[in-house]
């Protein structure tokens, strides 16, 4: 149940992010969510897109440095503290969050990717707490 994300990095230039996010528009892959986190040389761009295989093809074949990384993403109610009850079953069960960020969101539910240190253990920790992981494929179609 594991969702493939593509991290691409990028030099810290204008035109970078508008060159990978048309190679994926011309190629009708789309971005269901993104993060862009910088330094003063390059930036890493995580992404949920709904083809990674070939997402990840065609940005190399340009000439970008891209990989495929297997993340989380689990549903919660938009209710106050359920970021905090994530945390705290995966503290609980030994589990670093290395980065998270924002998949979608709604009145209702919201939806967060998660790059963990044990990713089946976590994967477990969540079952077992009855929070609910979203199915990659939905993700993907988002």
Same mark, same amino acid.
């Given at each position: 149940m594991y969702m493939k994300q593509l991290t691409v990095f990028l030099e810290n230039r204008e035109g970078r992010l508008e060159s990978v996010t048309e190679i994926l528009s011309k190629n009708d892959i789309n971005i269901a969510c993104l993060a862009l986190a910088d330094t003063s040389e390059y930036g890493v761009l995580r992404m949920v897109v709904s083809e990674p295989d070939k997402a990840k093809s065609l940005l190399k074949e340009a000439g970008f440095s891209a990989r495929l990384t297997d993340v989380l993403a689990v549903r919660l109610a938009q209710v106050p503290g359920t970021v905090g009850q994530l945390a705290k079953v995966l503290a609980a069960a030994g589990i670093n969050v290395e980065y998270m960020y924002t998949l979608s969101s709604s009145k209702e539910f919201g939806s967060m990717i998660l790059k963990v240190?044990?990713? &089946? +253990?976590?994967? &477990?920790?969540? +079952?077992?707490?009855? @929070? &609910? @992981?979203?199915?990659? &494929?939905?993700?993907?179609a988002l």
């Amino acid at each position: 149940m594991y969702m493939k994300q593509l991290t691409v990095f990028l030099e810290n230039r204008e035109g970078r992010l508008e060159s990978v996010t048309e190679i994926l528009s011309k190629n009708d892959i789309n971005i269901a969510c993104l993060a862009l986190a910088d330094t003063s040389e390059y930036g890493v761009l995580r992404m949920v897109v709904s083809e990674p295989d070939k997402a990840k093809s065609l940005l190399k074949e340009a000439g970008f440095s891209a990989r495929l990384t297997d993340v989380l993403a689990v549903r919660l109610a938009q209710v106050p503290g359920t970021v905090g009850q994530l945390a705290k079953v995966l503290a609980a069960a030994g589990i670093n969050v290395e980065y998270m960020y924002t998949l979608s969101s709604s009145k209702e539910f919201g939806s967060m990717i998660l790059k963990v240190s044990d990713i &089946e +253990k976590a994967t &477990e920790a969540v +079952k077992n707490a009855g @929070l &609910e @992981l979203v199915d990659p &494929e939905a993700a993907y179609a988002l």
